[in-house]
């Protein structure tokens, strides 16, 4: 949407408001909302029938995110661009500040207590990881990202703050970062071979690994082998979530009727285990209906980020796009017990504040991409004629 302009005038240095905010994908923010709207019809259903403690709270909280996505879509994403190291820097900065003064909370030390909100800097990082290896990437040539030694750089901009993460500890987080920058790395050129060898490491350190985890990180892995192990302790969530979601039948138990999740056998069913209450009471066609939704909005992120006339704004695109997608899977995926319980929260639907924060801020840059779409940049960040 938003098309009419001519690609001179629309992408311009002078470009106004006005033109930029016609120049938004509307229809990407049309199926935001109806994401979101499904998330505060579950989180009422959550709590009963009533708008207290989440539902209304989540509904404050996306009305403020939408005004921060569409402020960051109207920033040019040279600005973002010349920002990448600034931001990641700041991030990385938190990150170890709540090793210093971290609020502890569920026996992990994730938040910094600002006052109004706590703030869980690691929920930031997936975003400020993409744009810092966007701006590394783009100013490499395709030669230049085929040698190895060029990697060293933006591994270590992955392994500093996946570390600080996994001491938190926050197992579920910092995959998705490496993981998201896997994907940023793969997008950007990286030979499949490296992938190879890197994962064979990978794998030859799992027992190393498995040493340095914590004994309920080892648990979940167990139980994810074998829930019925401890149906009453650790495979506790995951067994009550299949039941659920097998109760859940073709077209669900009806809205407010769900009878696993209001008897509260399902554990965090305003968070990490929404998509199973949502699919215990609309069913496997209200399920399917979601992640259509996510779909569509996945395909118009990797859209936007092929029409990109940059390289950073493709990477930066493609790298939240990705992210989002890794949400989406890693928690169904998670709540169907596919993969074991890490805790990543389904987008848009799962309460909480800084996810949802993290999410609006990367979705206003993909349309930010999409505004600014025909900018060009140099390897150096400056225009190109």
Not at 258 to 278: C, R, V, W, Y
Request: net charge neutral; aromatic share 10%; with cysteine.
């Amino acid at each position: 949407m938003g098309g009419g302009f001519g690609s001179e005038g629309l992408n311009s240095p002078e470009m106004t408001l006005g033109q930029k905010l016609a120049a938004v994908n509307w229809l990407m923010v049309l199926l935001l909302i109806a994401i979101a709207c499904v998330g505060f019809a579950m989180l009422y259903s959550a709590a009963n029938g009533s708008f207290s403690p989440w539902a209304y709270r989540q509904m404050v909280r996306f009305s403020v995110g939408l005004c921060v996505l569409l402020a960051v879509a109207m920033v040019d994403i040279r600005f973002w661009m010349r920002a990448a190291y600034l931001i990641y820097a700041g991030v990385l900065a938190l990150l170890f500040g709540v090793e210093v003064m971290g609020e502890i909370g569920m026996g992990a030390q994730r938040w910094i207590d600002l006052g109004l909100f706590q703030l869980q800097p690691s929920e930031l990082m997936k975003i400020a990881i993409v744009l810092a290896l966007a701006r590394y990437f783009h100013g490499l040539t395709w030669d230049e990202v085929g040698n190895p030694l060029n990697l060293f750089p933006p591994l270590l901009l992955v392994a500093m703050p996946a570390v600080l993460v996994m001491r938190q500890p926050d197992l579920g987080t910092a995959l998705m970062i490496v993981m998201g920058a896997g994907a940023t790395f793969f997008l950007a050129g990286v030979r499949i071979w490296k992938f190879l060898t890197v994962i064979g490491i990978a794998v030859g350190t799992v027992p190393i690994a498995w040493q340095m985890m914590r004994t309920y990180q080892q648990q979940r892995v167990l139980t994810f082998l074998n829930p019925e192990s401890d149906p009453l302790g650790s495979g506790y969530h995951i067994l009550q979530s299949k039941i659920a979601l097998g109760s859940g039948g073709m077209f669900g138990k009806g809205f407010l009727q769900g009878s696993q999740s209001h008897l509260n056998f399902l554990p965090e069913k305003q968070t990490d285990f929404i998509f199973t209450m949502l699919a215990e009471e609309l069913g496997m066609v209200g399920g399917l209906a979601l992640i259509g939704l996510y779909v569509l909005l996945i395909s118009y992120g990797f859209a936007i980020a092929l029409r990109s006339r940059s390289q950073f704004g493709r990477l930066l695109a493609l790298g939240i796009t990705t992210t989002l997608f890794l949400y989406l899977f890693i928690n169904v995926a998670m709540v169907m017990g596919l993969i074991p319980v890490v805790g990543v929260p389904l987008p848009m639907i799962s309460y909480g504040g800084t996810a949802m924060l993290t999410i609006m801020m990367g979705l206003g840059m993909v349309i930010g991409v999409s505004v600014h779409r025909d900018v060009r940049i140099g390897r150096a960040g400056v225009d190109e004629d």
